[in-house]
């Protein structure tokens, strides 16, 4: 059974950081090409796409809202993906999630098998 556990939400003032981790288990990355989402859904909105990395780490997709301040990364064997979010603002406020799909990225989130229960971030100004 496929598992992806977010971690590293909180509460952080405008300009602050954050790194939110994707934790898998059931499937393991170093073996299966499976490729990452970060999407994000604020209330009253749809959720939408944030950040995406391939199956290898050697493609990498953001949303325009995040490019320059978000950085998508993964580690293989530790079977976890980052998002190191940067300069963050208060319209980043929102439930974080990840989510796999087989090889590529997409940015549209009916294409993703697994989905985290989320994690939220506060961005306060």
């Not at 509460?11 to 950081?17: E, R, Y």
């Not at 170093?30 to 950040?51: L, T």
């Not at 978000?70 to 963050?88: C, E, G, P, Q, W």
Request: some cysteine; charged content about 15%; glycine content about 12%.
């Amino acid at each position: 059974q496929v598992q992806l556990v977010e971690s590293g939400g909180g509460l952080v003032q405008a300009g602050g950081s954050l790194r939110l981790s994707c934790a898998a288990s059931g499937l393991i990355f170093s073996r299966s090409a499976y490729a990452v989402g970060w999407f994000r859904q604020a209330p009253g909105k749809e959720r939408e796409f944030v950040a995406g990395i391939n199956w290898s780490g050697s493609s990498t997709n953001y949303a325009d809202s995040v490019k320059g301040r978000f950085t998508i990364s993964r580690d293989n064997a530790k079977n976890t993906v980052y998002l190191h979010m940067d300069t963050l603002k208060p319209e980043d406020t929102a439930v974080y999630y990840c989510a796999a799909r087989p090889f590529a990225v997409s940015v549209d989130k009916s294409q993703y098998g697994y989905w985290g229960q989320g994690t939220q971030v506060t961005v306060s100004s």
